[in-house]
């Protein structure tokens, strides 16, 4: 690892959590002194994805979103899904996302409005703890590595009530995705919000992301027609990334996670 371009992702990710920061709050987050912090920042807001604002406060800068646009426009995943969630949402009357794994958290790079033209707002960008979405869950259910450090863990973020957080519970649950094919989440990381979703693969037999709907919790989907929606438009866009099955049939004969 070269320790100066790691030094910069973690001032970058410190400027996405916290959105503005002094020179000095920076360093003090990082435990590195101003003049090291100074010399890294200088440099990413020459390159603009640091931006100083009169205050003296540093933000991230206009070249992050450069950045982010070309991932979207070239990320094969979201390019194959389009067609695909375009249907879903047509057919299920709810919002689509496709959402991939990073670190701990699940990342949004599609989302499909749902067609009843109320005011919604775009979610790509945002992230979720893993554990507290069906998108997750429908990764980690068909990643044993990603489960198992997961399950390992005892300080699993609490996002309401009802994020499940006892590991012998996720493991559980888990279980019954891979049974099912589905995931499922209800009020687990926005009150008033449910979700059902299914894993995609690729060629290599990776689960890559996953696809869902989301719904008002008072309108929590059951009918089976519109979950074999959610699980076909998995396996179409899982052949599209080049899957020969779904789920891949060497992954269903592996341990569960635990």
């Excluded at 590195?32 to 205050?55: C, F, K, M």
């Excluded at 995943?77 to 991939?100: I, N, P």
């Excluded at 076909?232 to 052949?239: D, E, G, L, P």
Aim: charged letters at 25%; proline letters at 5%.
């Amino acid at each position: 690892m070269i320790q100066s371009v790691d030094r910069a992702v973690a001032i970058l990710h410190e400027l996405q959590g916290a959105r503005r920061l002094r020179l000095t709050e920076l360093a003090l987050r990082l435990s590195l002194p101003n003049s090291t912090v100074h010399g890294i920042v200088a440099t990413l807001v020459a390159r603009g994805l640091v931006e100083q604002d009169v205050s003296g406060r540093y933000a991230l800068g206009p070249g992050v979103l450069r950045l982010s646009n070309v991932y979207l426009d070239s990320n094969e995943l979201r390019l194959r899904s389009l067609s695909w969630t375009d249907a879903l949402a047509e057919r299920s009357g709810c919002a689509v996302r496709v959402g991939v794994p990073l670190a701990d958290d699940m990342v949004v790079i599609h989302h499909v409005f749902r067609p009843d033209g109320s005011h919604q707002m775009r979610e790509i960008g945002i992230d979720i703890p893993t554990h507290g979405t069906a998108l997750g869950k429908a990764v980690l259910a068909f990643d044993p590595r990603r489960a198992d450090e997961l399950l390992a863990r005892d300080d699993l973020p609490k996002l309401t009530g009802r994020t499940v957080v006892a590991t012998d519970d996720l493991a559980t649950q888990l279980a019954a995705v891979r049974e099912a094919g589905l995931a499922t989440a209800a009020d687990e990381s926005i009150l008033g919000e449910s979700e059902v979703a299914a894993p995609i693969f690729d060629a290599h037999d990776a689960v890559i992301g996953a696809v869902g709907i989301v719904t008002p919790s008072s309108e929590v989907p059951t009918d089976r027609a519109l979950l074999d929606e959610v699980r076909r438009t998995a396996v179409n866009i899982s052949r599209e990334m080049g899957a020969a099955s779904w789920p891949p049939r060497a992954l269903l004969e592996t341990d569960t996670p635990r």
